[in-house]
Every structure is written in C-alpha cells, then in structure tokens.
C-alpha cells in the first residue's frame, strides 16, 4: 500500500508564494513520474506541472511562475508557486506513477489533495 500525503496549502494574497509538498510512503521500489492537478469549482481537473527523468512539462499558465522539482531519497515531489494570481485559487493534487516491489507492477496514486486561495 502507498500513501500521498500533501502539505503546503493556504491563503496567499496576489503576488505571494506558497510551497507545496506531496510526500509517498509505503512499499515503493520507484517513482517513475510526478505530477501537480488542479481542479477549481465547476471546472475539469487539469494537469499543472509534471516531471519524469529529464523532462519537465507546466500548463502555459503557470509558465514563469511555478516550479516542479523531486527528492529521490525522500519520494517527494514540491510545487514552488511565485507570483500568484486569483486564478491559481483551486484544490490542488498530486499524482505518482510508483512501482512496487511485490509485483513489479506501476500504479497511480493521488494525494488528498490541498486548498489554494489566492485573494486580497
């Protein structure tokens, strides 16, 4: 069994900072890919930031603004989020891609998900 457990979210007024953490525990051989989601109300969840062995992906929205970046030793992947605007306001979840020993099979796992709330 693996867990996410997500950290970091809050109330930021425009133009601040706020970190996100998405931790794994469990029996995890390897993570393969890493990803940020966000959802706001009444819209499609969508993918905000991604990252797997060298290649990084971030929706143009965030572009400039935001940073995705992992601690193998830890199976932790963080969010940097500078400049933020109103529109950033969602929940916010990560994903890992994760193999596991005991079958060597890759699974998706989902943090529960952390509350960002941009506004003055």
């Known amino acids: 069994q693996v867990q996410l457990v997500e950290s970091g979210g809050g109330l930021v007024q425009p133009g601040g900072s706020l970190r996100l953490s998405c931790a794994a525990s469990?029996?995890?051989?390897?993570?393969?890919?890493m990803g940020w989601y966000r959802q706001a109300p009444g819209k499609q969840r969508e993918l905000v930031a991604g990252?797997?062995?060298?290649?990084?992906y971030y929706v143009d929205s965030v572009k400039g603004r935001f940073t995705i970046s992992r601690d193998n030793a830890k199976n932790t992947v963080y969010l940097q989020m500078n400049s933020l605007k109103p529109e950033d306001t969602a929940v916010y979840y990560c994903?890992?891609?994760?193999?596991?020993?005991?079958?060597?099979?890759?699974?998706?796992?989902w943090g529960q998900g952390t509350q960002v709330t941009v506004s003055s």
């Open positions: 994903k890992m891609t994760v193999v596991v020993p005991t079958t060597w099979s890759t699974y998706e796992y």
């Open positions: 469990g029996s995890i051989f390897s993570v393969n890919a």
């Open positions: 990252l797997t062995d060298g290649t990084t």
